[in-house]
């Protein structure tokens, strides 16, 4: 698990019908750095700061939110149903990191969700959102992948000089590590932004008031 959420998991595309939502609680270490991440003790109270910051171990600790948003389709945004839209709306007004996951295994379906329309949506989506933290998934991996398919998304990479894309089988236990130091990062990218535009409101309210 990467967070407390519980989406649905099964063996058919689209099992993801609304957001799901969930939380990871993230360690620091300093001001700058990233020490761990955990699924947080949902018992605790609220504001209530964690075991290990009140011992000293860490710094101090931020609890943030990961959401599960239903899959895009390819097509105009006028035909995108509420739930696509949702998904769009989130990464455009919230301050998020994006997980990429794609199966690229052809098990989805030509109809449903092909290879091709697959990468056409990752490019049309990092388009439009170049500045966000970004981790590309390859989910299902252990079930093969199409011919080209990696090719076209090492191709889809270097266009917008993204990280590398992770390999992940959650059967075979591959890529999962990898993909917990990713979302830390960039949990901590999302946080440093965060800090600096507060910096640069604070620094405008100081202006305004003088």
């Not at 993204?162 to 993909?179: A, F, Q």
């Amino acid at each position: 698990h990467i967070s407390s959420g519980t989406p649905e998991v099964n063996n058919y595309p689209f099992t993801t019908r609304g957001m799901t939502m969930g939380h990871i609680e993230v360690f620091w270490s300093d001001n700058d750095t990233v020490a761990q991440a955990v699924i947080p003790n949902l018992h605790r109270k609220t504001g209530a700061l964690a075991e290990d910051v009140l011992l000293g171990k860490y710094a101090f600790s931020q609890l943030c939110q990961v959401m599960d948003s239903p899959g895009l389709l390819v097509r105009p945004e006028e035909e995108r149903n509420e739930m696509e839209a949702l998904t769009m709306a989130a990464m455009q007004h919230l301050p998020t990191a994006v997980m990429f996951v794609m199966d690229l295994s052809g098990a989805a379906g030509e109809k449903c969700s092909s290879v091709k329309d697959q990468l056409h949506l990752r490019r049309e989506v990092r388009k439009r959102f170049p500045r966000r933290p970004w981790i590309d998934v390859v989910s299902k991996y252990d079930l093969g992948v199409v011919d080209g398919a990696l090719e076209e998304l090492e191709e889809c990479i270097a266009e917008t000089n993204d990280p590398p894309y992770i390999l992940l089988s959650v059967h075979e236990n591959l890529g999962v590590e990898e993909l917990h130091s990713k979302v830390l990062k960039a949990l901590g990218e999302v946080r440093l932004v965060l800090d600096a535009m507060a910096a640069v409101d604070i620094r405008t309210l100081r202006k305004d008031i003088t």
